[in-house]
């Protein structure tokens, strides 16, 4: 451990070497002066020795002159440690001296601390004499007297600086006191105006000692605690707070001094007269320079208006609150973009939400209003207008339903006009809606429904009419007006049935009935009426209501389709007449053609087996014009000469006319080709005929016309030489029921019919008529570009088609027909197995089975239809041909699709069975 003397009269400095060098290590040793310390050296020598330079009694210089010159202080290390002497000379007076190190305070405590480390090292004995290289000190009287010139000339000029520095303060100090001076002036002009201000200060002014005790208080505080400022000095002014604050008041106001700190407390003066101040007193403390306070300063404010409107003002939020609590129309704010910041529980529970924090997650912007009425309709009137009234939209609730409501709201600004929030109140109007949505609906029916209504009051004046009525009457709203509908009786009703209505009316309140009124034209409507009473609150009748339908042209229609049902049935009883007759003439047909397979070679009988034929075969077209007549026939077009069309008709024609009307026919003398059902073409003929026949009620003559118009149509027409058609009935004639004939007479189908057909086959009906001079009804259709090459008989481009054992199974219920086809199959070559039924049939054994089933469309028991299903179900692959007096379509789809049959209608001949047997053959798989 080193011992190191630290020399230096500041006791700081001498603090702080102490604690660092004894903190590394270092034994220390303390003198305040140049003197004590060579006292303290030659008792005891240190390691190192650290000195200040300026020092009282004896300066550093002096006592490193002298330490220098001492043989046993002479090799300790010395060291310069100054803040004073900091110039490089005084560095090399220093050097000179025989110092070993010369430093400048202050340095880092490291800096410090290794550069005494050092010198300790160099004055250790390993340093002794013969290896130092420590300067030399002057000595000699010369020497002497250099140390004394050197050491006056450092201290002069240190004088200098000194002096220098002290002219320096003194200026300061000069300057300091002017400028203190004029604060002090400033400061009494200061305390003048506090003074003044005090005085004339709108609040209460205070100030106290530093133990809280009043000094100061002005006249404004006077005037708010109603105590004069003598009475309130010291602790007077607390006499004029009241009791009840008292406490309170103390307590804030003793923890402020304690503290320290500032006060800031409301509290209420009572004055002489018993009135209640409310105030608010502040206080700071003044503090010196040093810190410490000197008093305190402070304010009371008079604050008893302000109270009494916060009073008012929370009364006023109570009853607002009450009244937004308990408001029956829904209260909100929301931000502009619809954040729902407040909702009473008015509009909590109309939204359907729990309550109103779960409300405030929701926003109007985006989920709150129904389609039919975005927020931003309402955002824009808001802007255009600051406010809505009476704003009506759609408000969706939790569950997603909605709610009509009827909204007032107006926009809050900011200063700088932004838009702070939306506020509003909103009342669910959606009974009322839907009531007025009602209202307005049975208005809107009342004023476009197709009936008329009239409402009178109970003396039978009319007060309201509707569209209808205008329209169906041809009266207007003011002609009725005040006027009794009297108006409109026809003379149709006797007073016995206007009696009876009016006493229905009387006695049950309602009368319904079919009435016949006049229009305004004189033309009669008929209607179908009800007329109601309309009872007030007392149980009077204070108005009638008549709502009355037109069915005039429904009484039209009922009275056409009577007579359309008549000709359904006769066209029903022409169906069935014309399948029983096809049925004796397949009999017949048979027969001739079993005769002809027994006679063939007898001499004499082929000509007459011939006419029997052909005989058979004009039956047979007969029927067919029946099948036609009664729609019994599926429509097929095909290629066909509308010249052989015409002349098909003709003998039917013949037979729908009366005997006064002559048929004449003019037929083009080339072929008209067409893509055309022959049975629809038969039904425009025959109806385009009897129109014309209906036409000559005394009998005339009626031309059948055929031609071309060149290479795109072809057409037909009926001409007669009856009435002819009046202009005004033109327009009208293609009208479905539409007729100029009395009831009974005709059903107003025929011409719509026509006109139905020519358009489906791509044509046009057009008439030519004159009143007096008859009717020419055209009738075109297309002309076929491509018409196939006529077909070469079958009997005479080829032998008919024979079987080869084939098993065939026949079932007819006509004993004729099914005798004559067992004999004409056997003949061809099958194996015939014949049945009466279809029982019969399926009670056949189940081996062999059969190849083709020919059966009846219609049997007795078990329909054709359903053997040839049950009998496919035996024998999957079962050929089936189905024969009927009736049309192909009534017979196939009875059947299942996958048993494709084969259909023959009766009446056919041998040719046609066997091609159509060898037609069901040949779809066998393999």
Not at 4 to 18: G, I, P
Not at 90 to 109: H, I, N, R, T, Y
Not at 405 to 430: I, K, M, N, P, Q
Not at 857 to 876: H, S, T, V
Request: aromatic share 6%; glycine share 8%; proline share 5%.
């Amino acid at each position: 451990m080193s011992r190191v003397l630290v020399v230096d009269d500041n006791a700081d400095n001498l603090y702080l070497l102490r604690v660092l060098l004894t903190g590394v290590g270092h034994e220390v040793f303390l003198a305040a002066d140049g003197a004590e310390a060579l006292t303290l050296a030659r008792a005891t020598p240190p390691d190192l020795v650290v000195s200040d330079i300026l020092m009282p009694q004896m300066d550093g210089w002096t006592l490193c002159r002298q330490w220098k010159a001492d043989a046993r202080l002479t090799w300790i290390p010395f060291m310069f440690y100054t803040a004073t002497y900091t110039e490089p000379k005084d560095e090399a007076f220093a050097l000179s001296l025989g110092a070993d190190c010369f430093m400048v305070k202050p340095q880092e405590p490291e800096v410090l601390v290794e550069t005494i480390k050092r010198l300790l090292w160099r004055g250790s004995p390993e340093s002794a004499p013969g290896g130092s290289a420590r300067p030399e000190p002057s000595a000699g009287a010369d020497s002497e007297l250099a140390f004394v010139k050197q050491h006056r000339d450092v201290v002069i000029r240190k004088l200098e600086h000194k002096m220098a520095e002290v002219e320096s303060a003194n200026e300061a100090l000069r300057r300091d006191a002017e400028v203190r001076l004029r604060t002090e002036a400033a400061l009494r002009d200061s305390e003048a105006r506090f003074q003044l201000l005090a005085e004339v200060s709108p609040v209460g002014i205070f100030q106290t000692d530093p133990s809280g005790a009043t000094t100061y208080v002005n006249r404004r505080w006077s005037e708010i605690a109603g105590m004069a400022a003598e009475d309130a000095l010291g602790d007077g002014w607390f006499r004029a707070v009241n009791p009840e604050d008292r406490e309170r008041l103390s307590r804030n106001w003793v923890e402020a001094v304690q503290s320290s700190g500032n006060s800031v407390a409301d509290y209420r003066f009572v004055h002489p007269d018993g009135r209640i101040v409310w105030v608010i007193g502040q206080a700071v403390a003044v503090r010196d320079r040093s810190g410490q306070v000197t008093g305190y300063v402070g304010t009371t404010t008079d604050i008893t208006d302000r109270v009494r409107a916060e009073e008012a003002l929370r009364a006023s939020e109570e009853r607002y609150r009450s009244l937004f609590e308990q408001s029956p129309v829904g209260i909100y704010r929301t931000t502009p973009e619809g954040s729902i910041l407040l909702a009473n529980p008015t509009l909590v529970a109309m939204l359907g939400y729990a309550n109103a924090e779960e409300l405030q997650g929701s926003n109007l912007e985006s989920t709150g209003f129904g389609t039919d009425t975005p927020r931003t309709q309402f955002k824009e009137a808001l802007a255009r207008d600051g406010e809505v009234r009476g704003f009506e939209s759609r408000w969706v609730r939790k569950d997603g339903t909605q709610v009509v409501v009827r909204e007032t709201a107006h926009a809050v600004y900011a200063e700088d006009g932004r838009v702070l929030y939306f506020e509003g109140a909103v009342e669910d109007v959606s009974e009322r809606s839907l009531a007025e949505e009602a209202r307005r609906r049975l208005a809107a029916a009342v004023d476009q429904a197709a009936e008329a209504v009239v409402i009178t009051d109970r003396e039978g004046t009319i007060e309201y009419v509707n569209p209808a009525f205008e329209r169906i009457t041809g009266f207007s709203h003011d002609e009725v007006l005040g006027k009794n509908p009297r108006i409109l009786q026809s003379g149709q009703h006797d007073a016995e049935f206007y009696g009876a209505m009016w006493a229905t009316l009387v006695e049950h309140g309602v009368w319904s009935g079919h009435v016949v009124n006049r229009r305004k034209d004189g033309s009669l409507v008929e209607q179908e009426a009800t007329i109601s009473a309309v009872f007030g609150e007392d149980g009077g009748v204070v108005d009638y209501v008549a709502v009355s339908r037109d069915v005039t042209a429904e009484q039209a229609l009922r009275d056409q389709l009577t007579q359309a049902q008549k000709m359904e049935a006769v066209g029903r009883l022409a169906g069935g007449i014309a399948h029983d007759f096809n049925n004796l003439l397949q009999a017949l047909l048979s027969q001739v053609a079993i005769l002809g397979l027994r006679l063939r070679g007898v001499p004499g009988t082929g000509k007459a087996l011939e006419e029997l034929d052909q005989l058979v075969r004009r039956g047979a077209a007969l029927t067919r014009q029946l099948l036609l007549f009664s729609r019994r026939e599926t429509p097929v077009r095909e290629p066909s000469d509308l010249n052989d069309l015409v002349r098909g008709s003709t003998n039917l024609l013949r037979r729908v006319v009366r005997e006064d009307v002559a048929i004449v026919t003019e037929l083009a003398a080339a072929p008209l080709p067409v893509l055309a059902d022959r049975g629809q073409c038969d039904q425009v003929l025959m109806n385009l005929v009897v129109n014309a026949s209906d036409a000559m009620p005394d009998g005339g003559t009626l031309t059948v016309r055929t031609g071309s118009d060149g290479v795109e149509a072809v057409w037909l027409s009926v001409t007669d030489t009856g009435c002819g058609i009046p202009e005004v009935v033109h327009e009208h004639l293609f009208e479905p029921f539409f007729t100029t004939k009395p009831i009974g007479k005709g059903t107003g189908l025929g011409l719509s019919v026509v006109h139905g057909i020519a358009r489906a086959h791509g044509g046009s009906v057009t008439v030519s008529s004159r009143e007096g001079e008859g009717a020419t009804f055209t009738v075109s259709f297309p002309r076929l570009l491509d018409p196939p090459a006529p077909a070469e008989d079958a009997r005479e481009g080829s032998s008919t088609p024979m079987g080869s054992g084939e098993r065939v199974l026949l079932v007819e219920d006509e004993d004729g027909a099914r005798e004559g086809l067992l004999e004409i199959l056997g003949s061809l070559g099958y194996a015939v197995t014949a049945a009466a039924s279809g029982e019969e049939a399926s009670a056949l054994p189940v081996s062999p089975p059969f190849d083709v089933l020919i059966t009846d469309l219609i049997l007795p028991g078990i329909a054709g239809p359903d053997l040839a299903n049950r009998l496919r179900a035996r024998w999957p692959r079962l050929l089936v041909v189905v024969m009927s007096g009736y049309a192909e379509e009534d017979a196939l789809r009875r059947l299942r699709p996958e048993i494709g049959a084969e259909f023959v209608q009766k009446p056919f001949d041998i040719e046609t069975l066997a091609r159509t047997v060898r037609r069901a053959l040949s779809q066998r798989a393999p």
